[in-house]
């Protein structure tokens, strides 16, 4: 493989020193780009966009065209995993994603199998090998996937949903159905995870988008104890270097102190964080990623500019810190407030690395 250029993503999930804040954003690829639209039109379809290889490429690397982000993030999907489950994934129009086989007693749980990430799930593992060689070394490839009781919400609900009824209904009445399908999903995770990182990925992030939902005793039970699983089972080498680990649970800034003890490298913060208090509570354990509001990004340069700022001065002072939305980027914004918001972190953040 070819020799990394710019390291700064890496070097700092391990809180290495770095010469200035680095910066990548969540759902970086996306239809806020008119050249993803132009590219997700030629594919005819989400999935279809997904399953190819070399579009799946191509919109990885548009972002990174445009602005100078250190890191680039797989194209793919967290639902890929359900799909590959035999689930039947497709996408509604306006309604987002739905499967066509919920799993929803135990007969359809315990019938689920591990896939193999080299068969079933073939084609994201051709898209990182794809796109680690287009790379070629500019920044460093970051995988992904969905925490095993994120996608476990969408297996068993069918789709999205606002009240998880049918889940939390399975978490009281059958906890251990529900414990047996997140020990799969785990299990799964790993291996894609693992996957990943043996076809080129050189960090991996673990999307917990639905973890708020649950209370704290549930939280740990049915959510933080999997992550745990993957993060045991995870490979933390490659290439001759560590390959991090970054956790996020969406809504969960009360729980950052038992999401480091995973033995993580990073914890990914939504906005409802004050960074600068969630780095007093989890010290030198891990290193931090986000925060700011995705909807800063609606406002004018000169607003985007102040607003990255005081998330940088948040931090403070030392390496640790991967500058980041607190979730994924709005599809209406505007790509010239995102490069403000890069041109920013790069040039205020060079303070706070001297």
């Known amino acids: 493989m070819s020799q990394l250029k710019n390291d700064r993503f890496l070097r700092a999930l391990l809180r290495e020193p770095v010469d200035t804040t680095p910066v990548?954003?969540?759902?970086?690829?996306?239809?806020?780009?008119?050249?993803?639209?132009?590219?997700?039109?030629?594919a005819g379809s989400f999935m279809n966009l997904c399953r190819s290889p070399e579009m799946a490429c191509e919109v990885t690397l548009q972002p990174l065209d445009r602005f100078p982000l250190d890191a680039a993030i797989l194209f793919s999907d967290i639902l890929t995993?359900?799909?590959?489950?035999?689930?039947?994934l497709y996408f509604a129009e306006g309604e987002g994603p739905r499967f066509e086989r919920p799993v929803q007693d135990a007969a359809a749980i315990r019938a689920l199998g591990v896939p193999d990430p080299e068969e079933e799930l073939r084609y994201v593992m051709d898209a990182v090998r794809l796109?680690?060689?287009?790379?070629?070394?500019?920044?460093?490839?970051?995988?992904?996937?969905?925490?095993?009781w994120t996608l476990a919400t969408y297996m068993v609900e069918g789709g999205s949903s606002k009240d998880f009824a049918r889940i939390k209904g399975m978490m009281y009445d059958?906890?251990?159905?529900?414990?047996?399908?997140?020990?799969?999903?785990?299990?799964?995770?790993?291996?894609y995870l693992n996957a990943q990182v043996a076809a080129g990925a050189q960090a991996v992030m673990v999307f917990d988008t639905w973890g708020g939902a649950l209370s704290p005793e549930n939280y740990r039970a049915f959510s933080l104890k999997y992550m745990q699983q993957i993060v045991d089972g995870l490979t933390r080498e490659a290439d001759g270097r560590r390959?991090?680990?970054v956790l996020f649970t969406k809504g969960g800034g009360q729980w950052l102190e038992a999401m480091a003890d995973t033995g993580c490298d990073a914890l990914g913060l939504d906005w409802t964080v004050d960074i600068k208090d969630a780095r007093l509570r989890v010290g030198e354990r891990v290193a931090l990623q986000g925060n700011m509001d995705p909807a800063v990004l609606y406002a004018s340069p000169e607003r985007v500019r102040e607003e990255t700022q005081k998330v940088l001065a948040g931090f403070g002072k030392g390496s640790g810190h991967v500058f980041n939305l607190g979730h994924g980027i709005h599809p209406a914004i505007n790509p010239d407030h995102v490069a403000a918001m890069v041109e920013t972190v790069h040039e205020a953040g060079r303070q706070y690395h001297e």
């Open 24 to 42: 990548w954003i969540m759902r970086q690829a996306g239809r806020y780009l008119p050249e993803y639209r132009e590219t997700r039109g030629r």
């Open 81 to 88: 995993i359900p799909d590959a489950m035999g689930l039947g």
């Open 131 to 148: 796109i680690r060689r287009e790379l070629n070394g500019r920044v460093p490839l970051i995988g992904f996937s969905g925490s095993p």
């Open 174 to 191: 059958d906890p251990d159905t529900l414990h047996h399908l997140l020990d799969t999903l785990a299990q799964t995770v790993t291996a």
């Open 243 to 245: 390959v991090p680990v």
